[in-house]
């Protein structure tokens, strides 16, 4: 027998580091005033690569528990490549939308962020960017910038081994952020997680209709959070 090891328990990995690790490495910073106050500075609104769906699986597993639990879930990991996640790709343009509706001068930045591309900053200081963001504000005239990140998304399940220890569950991961270009300092730093069980049984291949409805509705809880972080801003807003 071939075994095909897993691809998708090592995404987990890299996924995940994406959202908790840089949440434990950098506190939560909740909304600056100054990303409403001054309203003359230009805003550039970006995301990060939103991929396909994955099936995180979690729990102690071994190499072969690891080659079986695959196999078990070819027919759903296949199903998962159809669902609709678009809704999350759009953030960023509703999020630039909603800017503009209340005044904000907006740049949309056309290309994914890849942190890759960004030189890391030596002697970080807590409250400040690990990479450095600065280029981007010659590059498009802008003065801050809203970043949209989309980290683990799919379904997560549990293992004991080869054994599941929970049915499937629904999961978006997502962290928002605003940096000043100036010297890199966050004005906003927010991260956040939202599951969604499947209402009925779920075990329904090959569509397995119940979980792609519960992933649609963790997509819009998602949504819903992403762009309120940007929503409460004060009644009034002066310029400096």
């Given at each position: 027998m071939r075994i095909r090891f897993p691809t998708s328990v090592l995404v987990i990995?890299?996924?995940?580091?994406?959202?908790?690790?840089?949440?434990?490495?950098?506190a939560p910073v909740a909304m600056h005033q100054s990303v409403w106050q001054e309203k003359h500075e230009r805003i550039g609104v970006t995301a990060s690569v939103v991929n396909q769906p994955q099936l995180y699986k979690i729990g102690p597993q071994g190499l072969l528990d690891l080659a079986i639990n695959n196999e078990m879930t070819l027919d759903l990991r296949e199903a998962m490549q159809d669902w609709d996640n678009q809704a999350l790709k759009d953030i960023p343009q509703e999020l630039a939308a909603s800017l503009e509706d209340r005044?904000?001068?907006?740049?949309?930045?056309?290309?994914p962020l890849r942190i890759e591309d960004f030189q890391e900053v030596d002697n970080?200081?807590?409250g400040y960017s690990a990479h450095d963001f600065r280029p981007l504000k010659p590059r498009y005239q802008i003065d801050k910038l809203i970043v949209v990140s989309i980290g683990a998304h799919g379904l997560t399940r549990s293992y004991y081994g080869f054994i599941p220890t929970s049915d499937p569950v629904a999961t978006v991961?997502?962290?928002s952020s605003v940096i000043d270009l100036d010297d890199n300092r966050y004005l906003l730093h927010q991260s956040g997680s939202v599951?969604?069980?499947a209402e009925g049984e779920w075990d329904q291949p090959p569509l397995y209709p119940h979980l792609a409805e519960a992933y649609s509705k963790a997509i819009e809880q998602a949504?819903?959070?992403?762009?309120a972080e940007f929503q409460n801003q004060p009644a009034t807003m002066t310029t400096p």
């Open positions: 990995s890299a996924a995940a580091l994406l959202i908790s690790g840089c949440a434990n490495r950098q005044g904000y001068e907006v740049v949309m930045i056309p290309e970080r200081q807590d991961n997502h962290l599951e969604q069980v949504r819903q959070d992403i762009l």
